[in-house]
């Protein structure tokens, strides 16, 4: 079992940058692929950022690339996402979520567990 916390969301302004949290508890994600969803109110779940388990290789969905930074640190368990320029279509809940051993990182329906969620909100 893995059991995920972000924290680090927040009400901030358009250009404005804010970093969420990902603190993982009851296993090492060193095996584990770590991304970030998110979902905005009547919107389905979205890929936002992964970082691979073997190599830390970082993806990126289009939306997001250029301004956000997905980071891990397995030592501390704990995956960072660092996010500049934001824009108000980035409003939405993020989600934290860890998929082992995982190589499609883009998929939702792959990852295994699922953190409860971080608001960020974003005014013009």
């Known amino acids: 079992q893995v059991r995920l916390v972000e924290s680090g969301g927040g009400w901030v302004q358009a250009g404005d940058s804010l970093n969420v949290s990902c603190e993982a508890s009851?296993?090492?994600?060193?095996?584990?692929?770590m991304s970030w969803f998110r979902q905005a109110p009547g919107k389905e779940r979205d890929f936002v950022a992964g970082?691979?388990?073997?190599?830390?290789?970082?993806h990126y969905a289009d939306p997001v690339k250029g301004r956000f930074t997905i980071s891990r640190d397995d030592a501390k368990n704990t995956v960072l996402l660092q996010m500049n320029s934001l824009k108000p279509e980035d409003t939405a809940t993020y989600y934290c979520?860890?998929?082992?051993?995982?190589?499609?990182?883009?998929?939702?329906?792959?990852?295994?567990?699922w953190g409860q969620g971080t608001q960020v909100t974003v005014t013009p």
């Open positions: 979520a860890a998929y082992a051993y995982g190589n499609h990182v883009p998929y939702a329906g792959n990852y295994g567990y």
């Open positions: 009851g296993r090492s994600i060193s095996t584990y692929t």
């Open positions: 970082i691979r388990w073997n190599g830390g290789l970082a």
